[in-house]
C-alpha cells in the first residue's frame, strides 16, 4: 500500500505542476525576437526608429515609418511570436508630402484601374491627411480608391465619403 500511495501523491505532484517562470517567455526575449523580425522581414526601411516595449508579453510598437503598409506588416510580423499576448501598434507614418504631387499620384492610381471612373471621385489633402469624396459605382472601386489613397507617401490618414451609386442595378420588372 505504501507504493500505492507515494504513487498517487506523485501523480498529484505531476498535476499540480506549475511552470517556471524560465518556461514562460520573458519579457526581454520577447523585445529581442520583435526587433529581430522587424529588421529582417516587416518591410520596415529604418527599423531603428521602432521603439519596442514589452510587459507581460503585451507589445507596443512605437515610433515612425514611411508607409502605411509597413505599419500593418510590424503589426502582423510580431503577431506571430510566440509569447505575445496582445500588440498595441502606436507607430505613426511619417509626414512628408507635396499635396499636388499626392493628389496626383492617387488620380493616376485611379485610372490605372480600368474598373474605377477616377473623375468621380474628388481628393483633397490636408497635411498627411486624405478625404475622398464623390460617387463610385460599386463597393469594389470605393476599396481600390481608398487604397490608392493609402499608397501615397506621407499618407497618415484617409477620411473615405465616397457613395456607392449603381445605375445598373434596377428595381421592378
Known amino acids: 500500500m505504501d507504493n500505492d500511495v507515494r504513487l498517487r501523491q506523485d501523480i498529484l505532484d505531476e498535476l499540480n505542476y506549475e511552470p517556471s517562470i524560465d518556461a514562460e517567455t520573458a519579457d526581454d526575449e520577447i523585445a529581442t525576437r520583435v526587433l529581430k523580425i522587424l529588421a529582417w522581414g516587416a518591410q520596415i ?68 484601374n480600368a474598373e474605377t471612373e477616377a473623375e468621380n471621385i474628388d481628393v483633397e489633402v490636408s497635411g498627411s491627411h486624405v478625404i475622398l469624396r464623390g460617387k463610385v459605382q460599386s463597393l469594389r472601386e470605393r476599396v481600390m480608391a481608398e487604397r490608392a489613397a493609402w499608397s501615397a507617401p506621407g499618407v497618415t490618414a484617409v477620411e473615405d465619403h465616397l457613395r456607392i451609386e449603381n445605375a445598373r442595378v434596377r428595381l421592378g420588372p
Open 45 to 112: 526601411s529604418a527599423p531603428e526608429d521602432i521603439h519596442v516595449k514589452v510587459e507581460k508579453g503585451f507589445v507596443t510598437l512605437e515610433g515612425t515609418v514611411d508607409w502605411h503598409f509597413q505599419r500593418s506588416a510590424a503589426e502582423n510580423s510580431v503577431r506571430v511570436l510566440t509569447g505575445v499576448t496582445g500588440i498595441d501598434n502606436q507607430l505613426r507614418i511619417r509626414p512628408r508630402m507635396n499635396v499636388v504631387d499626392v493628389r496626383h499620384g492617387i488620380r493616376e492610381a485611379l485610372k490605372r
